[in-house]
């Protein structure tokens, strides 16, 4: 009896030594950052000169919309023509154009942290390091290209750029160098930018078609680019051709891959595995890289387009009404819709590691 009373202790301690450890090595519950920590972002730019510009979420899992969050959160409205938004480690940043400023929020709760004022007609941003970010500006006159180099802990202006082009836009960091387009603002301009981010200078302009819009990088370390053509709606004939550009960027050599019509040239170029997507006369349309063709998606006219993983997403022109966005198949078949804010011009993706 006695023998088998400490068999049965020791089994027990066994047992509850086995249980300590289990317990021990169960992992934590994981707690949500934020409402926003994952999902899809839609600029919605509103109406010029109203304070109308919001950010919606679209919550992927759930299939559900949330609309004006940044004043759900914050108890007022962005401001005057949102124009873009980027996610940078632990905040977003939001152009609001028209205001001449950006908001800095939390990324996954949108709480405001500060603001950086003082700036004239800003585009986006570009983080260019933990510490500091580019600025595109088309001046106040819409014509005065310049970069401005931001202190993201500070959210200060630290520097000016001046390009000397016209409607810096959209930016591309590859190898310590940013590659800036340039729109032409409310004018003409046929140039890329290429600033090294150590000394924040201009160490080339690249000469491409007439308003480059975006660029994108594919996975050959080669730069695509989006040129719309200059369009004069006076006279039509003094329009230019639009163009898809590649560019390597370690030489800056241009290769012209189509011309367009005269003032219909691809914009809002985006690129999704081995296949580029952008708008063209009036149509979603996307180019097989490695075929080398061009396929028309969806015959329809979308103000901001952004494509994740095998979703497109297009927001269609609404004027002042809430814009729709429907959602498509990388082959151009419609999955869903939903409604947004006014004038939504693009989308930002954010995604948990």
């Known amino acids: 009896m006695q023998f088998n009373t400490i068999k049965q202790l020791l089994k027990l301690t066994v047992f ?28 919605n730019e509103g109406v010029f000169s109203n304070t109308s510009g919001s950010i919606s979420y679209y919550n992927t899992s759930e299939k559900t919309v949330q609309n004006k969050i940044f004043n759900a959160v914050n108890s007022r409205d962005l401001g ?38 003082g700036l004239e007609l800003p585009r986006y941003v570009l983080p260019i390091s933990d510490k500091q970010a580019y600025i595109s500006e ?20 630290v520097k000016t750029i001046n390009t000397n082009k016209q409607g810096p836009e959209r930016m591309l960091l590859w190898n310590n160098k940013v590659f800036v387009v340039n729109v032409g603002g409310f004018g003409r301009d046929n140039s890329i930018s290429v600033i090294d981010i150590s000394t924040h200078t201009v160490v080339e302009t690249i000469t491409v078609g007439d308003n480059p819009n975006s660029l994108v990088l594919d996975a050959n370390n080669q730069l695509w680019v989006a040129c719309g053509g200059y369009v004069d ?13 590649k560019i390597d960027p370690s ?13 219909k040239g691809p914009k ?23 075929a080398q063709s061009e396929t028309l998606l969806v015959n329809e ?3 901001g387009i952004g494509v994740r993983e095998d979703v497109l997403y297009g927001a269609s022109y609404s004027g002042v009404n809430n814009a729709w966005v429907k959602r498509y198949s990388l082959a151009g078949s419609l999955i ?18």
Request: overall charge negative; charged content about 25%.
């Open 233 to 245: 709606y006076a006279d039509a004939n003094n329009s230019t051709v639009g163009q898809l550009l």
């Open 138 to 157: 088309w001046g106040s006159d819409g014509k005065t290209g310049r970069i401005r180099v931001i202190d993201l802990e500070e959210l200060k202006v």
């Open 16 to 43: 509850l030594k086995l249980l300590f450890i289990f317990s021990a090595c169960k992992p934590e519950p994981i707690v949500p950052k934020g409402d926003y920590e994952t999902g899809v972002f839609i600029v």
């Open 80 to 117: 005057d023509v949102v124009q873009s938004m980027t996610f940078d480690q632990d905040r977003a940043y939001i152009v609001v154009n028209n205001a001449n400023k950006i908001e800095a929020v939390d990324a996954n709760t949108f709480e405001e942290k500060g603001q950086i004022l």
């Open 268 to 290: 809002n170029l985006h690129l999704n595995d081995n296949k580029l997507f952008y708008n063209k006369d009036g149509a979603l349309w996307s180019y097989d890289i490695a």
């Open 336 to 353: 869903d819709s939903f409604q947004v804010g006014q004038f939504a011009n693009g989308f930002v993706f954010k995604v948990t590691d």
């Open 251 to 263: 030489t800056y050599a241009v290769t012209t891959v189509w011309n367009s019509e005269k003032g």
């Open 301 to 303: 006219r979308f103000y």
